[in-house]
């Protein structure tokens, strides 16, 4: 049985930020004190390192099955430990689609094979993502589904989202919906505004996503049911939910790292891998996003991650696939931008990162304390180090931040007490 003793580290919970030692046997954290000895514990000295709950990614693509040439299960998971991730959550728009026991329970058992985090899937809402039947919820859940979404392929009908939702709470699934209205999209590549006129690229209006993203308040309000919200991006999209919150909805909410760390100043350089859905919006939208995630609108931080083959990406703009490779980024992008920035404190950084994802979707950890998973990130805090997406463990080298300098770098990674990654 592993057995670790984490001393001298900074650990991070809820509420403070404290020197401490942790004591790990098997897979659960056994001990938390200002000074533990165990001559048969093996010594992790993390003297000078931050001592994180184990991130938590409630939104991923690994691709698998069917498009592997762009990641799998084990690249992905892999790319995810090092990036200081315990748990990850993969969308269900893989080929076959993610719609059944079959699919969910193929995935559990990868995610298992491959033994770096834990893999969570995610069932599609509708049969193949085609907004027509509903998917069969009950037993998707009985094979280790955690919620279910559409992701990529928005519920357009009213009707059918709404007994989507109904459906799903009577599982005790989360629907997660991604808020498109493919209409007004209309081709588009890039946020309509200066950038996308100046760009000579088809813009997407703010209100594609404001207007599915309102139509999922009101029914979680008419319906008295939760329902997430995926990817904010935008400033309309922060007060809508802001108010809603309000209100009392029962309505939680995510955004990524590329929507408060760039603007649509950098789709200007016509590279492919600013290309992201939803798009890069602009300094005010940037600007909304971090209060929304100070001021506790917006819940929690996930990648979105979506890696693709290079081909995919070095081609015209109009033509190159939508999206970001995060997984290895994220928390170094997370804390450069917000606590460094000011905007998040340290315990609310690993709030948004780890408790809260681990609380909407009803997980077990996300948070340092006796008798929780042995899940752990430790991170150097005051390390910078540039980009490289060449050194990237994903198959997915798509990443606008290329070569950008960021600070704080995940140092090891242990899953229900086992160490699956050390720098």
């Given amino acids: 049985m592993n057995k670790y003793l984490i001393k001298g580290g900074t650990a991070v919970f809820a509420d403070r930020c404290e020197v401490c030692d942790i004591l790990t046997e098997g897979n659960k954290i056994v001990r938390i004190a200002p000074e533990i000895e165990d001559a048969e514990a093996e010594t992790i000295d993390a003297a000078g390192l931050h001592v994180f709950p184990g991130l938590i990614d409630m939104h991923v693509h690994l691709r698998e099955p069917g498009f592997e040439y762009k990641e799998d299960i084990a690249s992905g998971s892999a790319a995810a430990v090092r990036g200081g991730f315990t748990q990850i959550c993969c969308m269900p728009n893989t080929a076959p689609v993610c719609d059944n026991a079959a699919v969910v329970g193929y995935i559990v058992a990868r995610g298992k094979e491959a033994g770096m985090c834990k893999v969570h899937p995610i069932g599609s809402i509708t049969v193949g993502e085609e907004g027509k039947q509903l998917s069969e919820m009950g037993k998707m859940k009985e094979a280790g589904a955690v919620a279910v979404s559409d992701d990529g392929r928005p519920v357009s009908d009213a009707r059918m989202m709404r007994l989507g939702i109904e459906y799903a709470s009577d599982f005790g699934l989360l629907c997660l919906s991604h808020c498109e209205d493919k209409s007004l999209v209309d081709g588009g590549v890039v946020n309509e505004g200066y950038n996308s006129t100046l760009a000579g690229l088809k813009g997407i209006p703010r209100a594609a996503e404001e207007i599915m993203l309102a139509r999922e308040i009101i029914l979680a309000e008419t319906l008295h049911k939760r329902v997430h919200i995926c990817h904010v991006s ?108 000011g905007v998040l404190t340290l315990p609310q950084l690993a709030e948004k990162m780890s408790a809260a994802p681990a609380r909407i979707l009803g997980l077990e950890g996300g948070a340092l304390a006796e008798g929780q998973p042995a899940d752990i990130m430790l991170a150097d805090l005051s390390e910078s180090y540039t980009i490289d997406s060449r050194a990237f463990v994903s198959k997915g080298k798509n990443t606008p931040f290329d070569g950008q300098t960021v600070s704080g770098r995940v140092k090891c990674t242990m899953v229900d007490g086992s160490i699956k990654f050390r720098e």
């Fill in 234 to 341: 935008t400033k309309g999209g922060v007060q809508l939910l802001r108010e809603a919150k309000a209100r009392g909805v029962a309505v939680t909410a995510e955004t990524c790292p590329h929507y408060f760390s760039l603007t649509d100043d950098a789709i200007m350089s016509y590279d492919a891998d600013t290309k992201v859905n939803p798009p890069l919006r602009e300094a005010e939208d940037v600007a909304a996003i971090k209060e929304g995630l100070r001021d506790g609108t917006l819940d929690c931080i996930v990648t979105d991650h979506a890696p693709h083959h290079r081909d995919e990406k070095l081609v015209e703009y109009n033509l190159a696939a939508f999206g970001i490779s995060g997984i290895e980024t994220s928390f170094s992008l997370s804390y450069t931008n917000l606590v460094l920035g």
